[in-house]
């Protein structure tokens, strides 16, 4: 069966963002004064074949533990669905 890992990776709260402060930074020169913070992060849809569900959460998991995130300064979450032919 194929299914589709949706991986959000997020800095862990306390990490410094400068992508987001950049961002911000843009917002409030383009008027969006109201923007208090930005945090900015990954977002990753992955195909993926497997026997059932439970293997491709594992296999999803192990992919964001050892590459797709770094688990110093970024948590992760997914989501995960059967792919209907």
């Known amino acids: 069966m194929k ?13 410094f963002d400068p992508q987001g ?21 990954k977002y990753l849809e992955i195909i993926l074949e497997s026997e059932n569900c439970s293997q491709a959460e594992k296999r999803i998991q192990e992919m964001c533990d050892q590459l797709l995130s770094n688990p110093v300064i970024e948590s992760y979450s997914y989501q995960l669905e059967e792919i209907k032919n």
């Open 21 to 41: 402060v950049t961002i911000r930074n843009a917002l409030h020169t383009l008027s969006f004064r109201e923007v208090e913070e930005v945090k900015a992060g």
């Open 3 to 15: 299914y589709r890992g949706k991986v959000i990776v997020t800095l862990k709260p306390g990490v």
